[in-house]
T-cell receptor, first 114, second 111 residues
């Protein structure tokens, strides 16, 4: 079990550029989550996949954000036309279908928009 | 909307002292409650998960209690060590889709 992995770990970009993050969940987990965490706050839910289906999106996920999980395995989160307010840690988590199981979190991707 | 509050926001104690971290939530309709640890710039590590039907969970020096009807949970860490210094996050799971987190309590254990 290699755990949840995220790439890149750090990303610095200029305002207006597009960025894409990747999350590889634990292999047998069919549920995948994206969260955003700003300094001094707890993570906030962004979106949720069950297999390849995106079942819920938070209002935090503006139309500049898009997430995919094309084959029900890895997922990508893209931010178009980045703004300074997008600077945050983006966390991915996965879990199995068992109702009582915890979510396992990756190390996160820290984004800085200049 | 589920609101999760953690008090205090920060805590500094000498090594060996017991730690008491508090979490409150507004909607008692939850599947479970979880305590996580987060080191600076890192992801989250699950410490304890309490199902809604349970009153407490224990793991080593850690004990977490849950009073669902009053919307409260407490994390106790016995005989604190400098390695316990981190941010501790409380999260409730109101449905199948997501966790709702508090802002965390940042703990410093002084050697």
């Amino acid at each position: 079990d290699t755990g949840v992995s995220q790439n890149p770990r750090h990303k610095i970009t200029k305002r207006g550029q597009n960025v894409t993050f990747r999350c590889d969940p634990i292999s047998e987990h069919n549920r995948l989550y994206w969260y955003r965490q700003t300094l001094g706050q707890g993570p906030e839910f962004l979106t949720y996949f069950q297999n390849e289906a995106q079942l819920e999106k938070s209002r935090l996920l503006s139309d500049r954000f898009s997430a995919e999980r094309p084959k029900g395995s890895f997922s990508t989160l893209e931010i178009q036309r980045t703004e300074q307010g997008d600077s945050a840690m983006y966390l991915c988590a996965s879990r199995s279908g068992h109702l009582q199981e915890t979510q396992y979190f990756g190390p996160g991707t820290r984004l800085l928009v200049l | 909307k589920q609101e999760v509050t953690q008090i205090p926001a920060a805590l500094s104690v000498p090594e060996g002292e017991n730690l008491v971290l508090n979490c409150s939530f507004t909607d008692s309709a939850i599947y479970n409650l979880q305590w996580f640890r987060q080191d600076p710039g890192k992801g989250l590590t699950s410490l304890l998960l309490i199902q809604s039907s349970q009153r407490e969970q224990t793991s080593g020096r850690l004990n977490a209690s849950l009073d669902k009807s009053s919307g409260r949970s407490t994390l106790y860490i016995a005989a604190s060590q400098p390695g316990d210094s981190a941010t501790y996050l409380c999260a409730v799971r109101p449905n199948d889709y997501k966790l709702s987190f508090g802002a965390g309590t940042t703990v410093t254990v002084r050697a």
